[in-house]
């Protein structure tokens, strides 16, 4: 239900999404973009050909966007579990220097 209504509303307000994805590949020239539209298109293609797409070459760009969404996942939670950490060292600072008096 989520896809069908995704689809219909896109359907409706293409040109506002379109241009969001030009602006993503604007330059193709750029070392950075053309890396993105790699990983990007590999990406894609592990989710539309876990299915079919038994040629060779297809299933090897599959694998590489397996460990791309891989790589990409772990350091998202890396970052998240790092930004906790220090979210609760700096509160575990304050409660033993200010709070209890505690000096370190």
């Given at each position: 239900?989520?896809?069908?209504?995704?689809?219909?509303y896109?359907?409706?307000?293409?040109?506002?999404?379109?241009?969001?994805?030009?602006?993503a590949?604007?330059?193709?020239g750029v070392?950075?973009?053309?890396?993105?539209?790699?990983?990007?298109a590999?990406?894609?293609m592990?989710?539309?050909?876990?299915?079919?797409g038994?040629?060779k070459?297809?299933?090897t760009?599959?694998?590489?966007g397996?460990?791309?969404?891989?790589i990409?996942?772990?350091?998202?939670?890396?970052?998240?579990?790092?930004?906790r950490?220090?979210?609760?060292?700096?509160r575990?600072?304050?409660?033993l220097t200010?709070?209890?008096g505690?000096?370190?």
């Open positions: 239900s989520v896809g069908w209504a995704l689809g219909s896109f359907s409706i307000f293409p040109r506002q999404y379109a241009v969001q994805i030009a602006d590949v604007r330059d193709l070392f950075e973009n053309i890396l993105f539209f790699l990983m990007f590999t990406s894609m592990y989710f539309f050909l876990t299915v079919g038994n040629s070459p297809f299933r760009a599959a694998q590489w397996r460990w791309i969404l891989m990409g996942f772990g350091a998202s939670f890396g970052n998240t579990v790092s930004g950490i220090s979210l609760f060292l700096g575990l600072s304050f409660l200010e709070w209890l505690v000096a370190l």
